[in-house]
């Protein structure tokens, strides 16, 4: 049964109706409610008490429930909420103060005043009115079963989080244990935009990335990461404990920023739960907790809520380093440095259907199964992701018009020098236009994303950043020409076959896995990032490797796959990986004085 759009049982609905009936003014309802259930405020006006007193009286429609996807809506149910607060007083929490920030139909205040019985005062918020409806129904039903339970003021807001002031709680409440436990709105940014909400806080760049982090992924944040993050800032000072319901990804981010923001929190614990089980989604979530006012801890525990004695990980900073398993980097520490040559992501366009083509008889079909003649000069193999399961790759599924050799270069030059390319393009260019993301606004017609001399190398190294297999591919020329990769995909580029070999042959070692397994996050969704894959110093690397090893493994892939590679450029490959100054310090995309050699050969 439903009323304001809130589940109410018979019985609360029931227990309204009977003490409501003779009781006129809702201020003298207001009174009579707090004496049951603590709450402060039920009604907050006389029109809201009859509409309820009318509703009561008559039959209730149930309501459709409406889609709630830009808010977030996952709805801890009673029982995981009951599980984590009891966790929370195994771990000696005994609260005096609770706040929900985002308290949907309030699982964590019932579950809190099941388990804690010293609780003086809640505070709960939800954006969304049948909600804080169906947290008082809920609250009211408890006292009704509980009649003589410990009875807190709670006060219950409908509030947009992003705008309600917590410091005035802290800085009121500055002695009391308080307990601040709930589950933020499961949405990142980007999903905000796509949808066109605004639940989104007015400095939504709080991270203050750039545009071109756009590209990379890294602007993309979650909005319970960012509600985390001022509730750490308002309570930092406050006794007690923090808990919530996060994504995976918020949890790691929250403590690679914990090194510089310096939160007082210490015992930080990551608790998983099964996603699948308690929300029906596929999403990886556990339970953050840690302890409030404490010297800053930089590392994070791990451990399985259904089985919390058992400690599963630790990961954090290890000095001036992230990662993802403090046991196993203690084993592979001696690679993780800077990259000398600089990792590239591959070309991004956000129009799939449209810049990726199929070759059919002699022409170009696009994603939508249309014809297109096109001049080859433009045209290039694709490897997606998906693409790269043989060792040495010197063929493409995929075909993508290349526009542009540097990122921002004038398109003019295609009208005039390649007009089929040109008039495919032209006869599309509103869906060119139409591309959401900010880096194409005011850049040429037809703009591409991850290009630059790079793109054309003719020998790469790939690996693809979605999936979560510690291999890199070597990807040869097709047809004399280079092969492109797509923005799924990171690669190093090299004018040469042998520098491009021994590189293959020190990324697919056992060194550079087990630094991987312990630098990398399994359950991201780029598991593998320019960030990351710039740490695998090939210099320390290449000086641990024994020439013999490189000597077997150029030999067999010269046997298997029918190359040339030469083995005697070993020193000269070194002498190469000199440090040179860019963003990562000292990392430097490989280009070589020599002309380019060797395009006359194939792969079996
Ligand atoms: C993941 S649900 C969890 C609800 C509740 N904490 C629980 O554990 O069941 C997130 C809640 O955040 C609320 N919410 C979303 N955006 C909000 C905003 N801007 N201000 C306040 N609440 C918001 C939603 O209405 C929803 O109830």
Known sequence: MKIFEADITYQVSDFLNKTLKRIALFESANDKIVDVCGIHHYFNNQEEYEVLKNILSKTHIVVKEPDRAEYGDFQTNIDLAVNVAAYLKHKSANPKIILEPTCGKGSFIIASLRTFDRIEK???????MPYVWETKFSILQYFIDNP????????????NVFDFDFTEISKEYTKEEILIIGNPPWVTNSKLSRLDSTNLPAKSNFKKHNGIDAITGKGNFDIGEYITLRIFDAFQNSNGYFAFLVKNSVIKNI?????????KISDIQKLSIDSKKEFNVSVEASLLICKLKQVPEFICNEYNIYAPSKLINKFGWVDDKFVSSIALYQHSSGIDGICPFE??????????????????????????NQKIILEEDLVFGLLKSSDLKQTVIDKTRKYTSVTQKKVGQSTAFIKKDHPKTYNYLYKNKSQFDLRRSSIYKGKPDYSIFGIGDYSFKPFKIAISGLYKKYSFNLVVPQNGKPIMLDDTCYLLGFDRLDYAAYTFILLNSEKTKKLLKAITFPDAKRMFTKDVLMRIDLMKLAMQTQKAKIKNDIDELNT???????????????????????????????????????YNWTVA
């Not at 298997?560 to 070194?574: A, H, V």
């Open 122 to 128: 809640i505070f709960a918020i939800d954006i969304y």
């Open 148 to 159: 003589s339970a410990n009875k807190p003021e709670i006060v219950i807001s409908h509030f």
């Open 255 to 263: 403590i690679y920023d914990q090194k510089q923001r310096n939160f």
């Open 343 to 368: 990792w590239r992501q591959g070309i991004k366009h956000d129009l799939s259907s449209f810049m990726e083509l199929e070759r059919v008889n002699g022409h170009f079909v696009n994603g939508l």
């Open 560 to 598: 298997c796959y029918n190359l040339k590679i030469q083995t005697g450029t070993w020193n000269e490959y070194i002498a190469t990986m000199r440090p040179q100054q860019t963003e990562y310090a000292d990392a430097k995309q490989l280009t070589l004085l020599e002309p380019i050699i060797n």
